[in-house]
T-cell receptor, first 115, second 108 residues
C-alpha cells in the first residue's frame, strides 16, 4: 500500500507569483483534503475534493484553488502569492466508502516560502 | 462555527509520570473527535478517535459532551511519547478542525 506523497518537498517564491503543489492520494482513497499549517499553529482546512469536485472550503480566498484528477491525485494552486502564504501545506487522503470515513492520512507536506 | 482549543502549548513530564493533554471544543452538532500525533521528522498520523473507544500506545481519551472536552491521558509516560499532539474535530462536512497543538517532552 502506497502512502500519501507530495511534491515538491519545499520551494521558494516571490510575492505576486503563482505556485502549484501536487499530491498523490493513498491507494484506494477517493477524497483529498488540503491544509495550511503556519509556524506554531495547527493545520487549517483549505478545501476538500471528492469525485473531482470541490466538496467544502475553509476560510481562504479564491486565489486558492484546486483540482482533483480521475486517479484521485490533486493539485493546489495559489495565485498572487503573499508573504503570509508562507507555510507548510499538507495533503490528506481518505475514503468515503470505508467505515472510517473521517480518518485522514497525511502526506509529508510541502514547505512554501514567499519572499 | 467549530473550534478546538488546546490550552497548553508545552507540557513537560518525567518518565513514568502521568500525562494529560487538554482539549476543549465548540460545535453545535455531534462531532467526531480525534487525537493526531507528529513525532520528530515524521508525518502527522492518527493516534486515536473517540468512536473507537480504544487505547493506543497506552493513551486513552474520553469524550465528555457536557464539558465539551476530549482530554488525552496516559498513566505512565515514556520517552518515546515526546511529540507534538493535535486535537481535531470533524463535523458532518468531513473537514477536520485542529487545535494549535501541544508539544510534549518526556524527561528521563
Amino acid at each position: 500500500e502506497t502512502g500519501v506523497t507530495q511534491s515538491p518537498t519545499h520551494l521558494i517564491k516571490t510575492r505576486g507569483q503563482q505556485v502549484t503543489l501536487r499530491c498523490s492520494s493513498q491507494s484506494g482513497h477517493n477524497t483529498v483534503s488540503w491544509y495550511q499549517q503556519a509556524l506554531g499553529q495547527g493545520p487549517q482546512f483549505i478545501f476538500q475534493y471528492y469525485r473531482e469536485e470541490e466538496n467544502g472550503r475553509g476560510n481562504f480566498p479564491p486565489r486558492f484553488s484546486g483540482l482533483q484528477f480521475p486517479n484521485y491525485s490533486s493539485e493546489l494552486n495559489v495565485n498572487a502569492l503573499e508573504l503570509d502564504d508562507s507555510a507548510l501545506y499538507l495533503c490528506a487522503s481518505s475514503s468515503r466508502t470505508s467505515g472510517s470515513r473521517n480518518e485522514q492520512f497525511f502526506g509529508p507536506g510541502t514547505r512554501l516560502t514567499v519572499l | 462555527a467549530q473550534r478546538v482549543t488546546q490550552p497548553e502549548k508545552l507540557l513537560s513530564v518525567f518518565k513514568g509520570a502521568p500525562v494529560e493533554l487538554k482539549c476543549n471544543y465548540s460545535y453545535s452538532g455531534s462531532p467526531e473527535l480525534f487525537w493526531y500525533v507528529q513525532y520528530s521528522r515524521q508525518r502527522l498520523q492518527l493516534l486515536l478517535r473517540h468512536i473507537s473507544r480504544e487505547s493506543i500506545k497506552g493513551f486513552t481519551a474520553d469524550l465528555n459532551k457536557g464539558e465539551t472536552s476530549f482530554h488525552l491521558k496516559k498513566p505512565f509516560a515514556q520517552e518515546e511519547d515526546s511529540a507534538m499532539y493535535y486535537c481535531a474535530l470533524s463535523s458532518n462536512d468531513y473537514k477536520l478542525s485542529f487545535g494549535a497543538g501541544t508539544t510534549v517532552t518526556v524527561r528521563a
